[in-house]
């Protein structure tokens, strides 16, 4: 995955996210469920922000952000998120992540190896954990419980 592209996204991968602070917006989702799976799951190369383009949506066609009334935000604001979901782990390593939504873990665990969030804000939620790794990763904004962290040095 090189972006994630909001234009190709669901009327159900919008959802509304509260940051911690009681700020509630609403994001254009990527989801991943890792079922269960350790280690199988690895992106490596950037991934980059597309927003949602007019021109590329029709008004009466089906499932889309435009024609789903449930839909209820301006979708040129929108910003896109992660959530990694299930039980295994997700792991990010020698990349940089540019979408401005939140990278959440909701189950499992999240690794960040070596890893430049520069936008997103890391969440640990509903018992995900994010595992950090390598003395190259930068990540500007972490919420979780104190339980669910873990720093890890290159060596380990």
Known sequence: ????????LNPNDIQE????????????FYTIDTKGQN?????????????????YHLNDAINSLKSDSLVNT???TLEA???KTGNGTLKFSENTLR????????GGALELHNVTAENTALYADKG?????FGDKTSVKKI?????AVKLKSSES
């Open 128 to 132: 995900g954990k994010i595992l950090i």
């Open 99 to 106: 979408y401005n939504g939140p990278t959440i873990s909701r």
């Open 143 to 147: 919420y979780m419980p104190l339980t």
């Open 81 to 83: 998120g992660f959530i």
């Open 1 to 8: 995955m090189a972006a994630i592209n909001i234009n190709r």
């Open 74 to 76: 301006n979708l040129s």
């Open 39 to 55: 280690g199988g799951f690895a992106f490596t190369n950037d991934i980059d922000e597309i927003k949602w383009d007019e021109k």
């Open 17 to 28: 996210f509260d940051d911690g602070n009681g700020v509630k917006k609403y994001y254009a």
